[in-house]
């Protein structure tokens, strides 16, 4: 007998995915791949996914996906589909966090309507700086923990947000530069996980990438209305020029920090990358403090970048 079930994609690696399912009340992972028109580049299955399953009750181990199911989103970088929560994972040191991609991080969160949490981890190298990157992300309007996997600080606080949040079929990941602490956080906060992790590179400051993978894990493996938590590969760089993320049009609607002063300019057309705080608004909350600096300068970069790329084509 040929009959259709539906899953979620859990991992994917050379082709070969991995499905949770709820089959007769249980839950059953089958391996399997997906059929000839889901390996083109535009129809690729991501973990994440919602699929549809052609399974032969005739054939052992013939199972297919055979039809993705409507998207809530889709990210390139990490690579899934269908996220509700980013958490974004900075580290205070070691390595020292590159605000403009945690901004990029953001800004794609918020055109994909995921909503963003930031995580600022090893805080017991450096808890001066761990807590002036809490202000800058707290002043946008983010929630944010800081926390130490090395004492314990803050993990309870994420332990207890993850317990209301992410249930009944919620999915979140855990994104941010390699070496930043991901896979030992979700050690922290889910000991079974069991991930590996690795020591950072003293040379570059840079961890060892010992997340190959976008993973997706049940929270309740014995739920069917669970909720998922995704570990994903450390990145250092999100790259606005060669990929497509969103519009020159679309980028303020991203950067909601900036929204309250959009209309307060002095010139109408006032595009805030360059004007002085006298006639730009935007340009003089960030002076006056409403608004961090360094989200302004990500802003501008992003501006620019996306820019140049209208006027190129």
């Known amino acids: 007998m040929i009959y259709q079930i539906q899953g979620k994609v859990v991992k994917g690696l050379g082709g070969l995915y991995e499905i949770r399912a709820t089959e007769n009340g249980g839950t059953r992972r089958f391996s399997c791949r997906a059929k000839g ?7 690729k299955v991501l973990v994440g996914d919602n699929v549809e399953l052609k399974i032969d009750d005739a054939t052992p181990d013939s199972v297919v996906i055979s039809q993705i199911l409507e998207r809530k989103n889709a990210l390139i970088r ?13 580290a205070t040191v ?13 800004a794609i969160a918020e055109h994909s309507s995921i909503r963003p949490v930031l995580i600022i981890t090893k805080a017991d190298l450096d808890i001066k700086s761990a807590e002036e990157y809490a202000d800058i992300y707290t002043l946008a309007g983010y929630p944010v923990f800081i926390t130490s996997s090395e004492t314990g600080e803050g993990i309870d606080a994420v332990k207890a947000f ?9 999915t979140a990941a855990f994104a941010g530069a390699s070496g930043v602490g991901k896979s030992t956080l979700l050690n922290a906060l889910f000991p079974n996980l069991a991930l590996a ?3 950072i590179s003293h040379k570059i400051e840079r961890g060892k990438h010992t997340t190959r993978h976008v993973e997706l894990y049940a929270i309740s493996p014995e739920n069917s209305d669970t909720g998922y938590i995704a570990d994903t590969p450390g990145f250092s760089l999100i790259d606005f020029e060669r990929f497509h993320f969103f519009t020159l049009e679309e980028l303020f ?20 990358v360059g004007e002085s705080a006298r006639e730009c608004a935007i340009a003089r909350a960030a002076e006056e403090g409403k608004i961090a600096p360094t989200r302004l300068a990500s802003y501008r970069s992003i501006y620019r970048v996306l820019k140049a790329k209208n006027e190129y084509k």
Do not use: W
């Open 162 to 170: 993850v317990d209301k949040e992410i249930r009944g079929g919620i």
């Open 253 to 272: 609607s991203t950067f909601p920090d900036l929204a309250p002063y959009i209309g307060k300019c002095q010139y109408a057309d006032c595009a805030h």
């Open 94 to 106: 070691k390595p020292a966090p590159v605000l403009e991609t945690v901004d990029k991080l953001l």
């Open 78 to 90: 990490p690579p899934m589909a269908n996220l509700d929560i980013l958490f974004i994972v900075l």
């Open 197 to 199: 992790t690795a020591e």
């Open 37 to 43: 028109a889901l390996h083109r580049e535009e129809a």
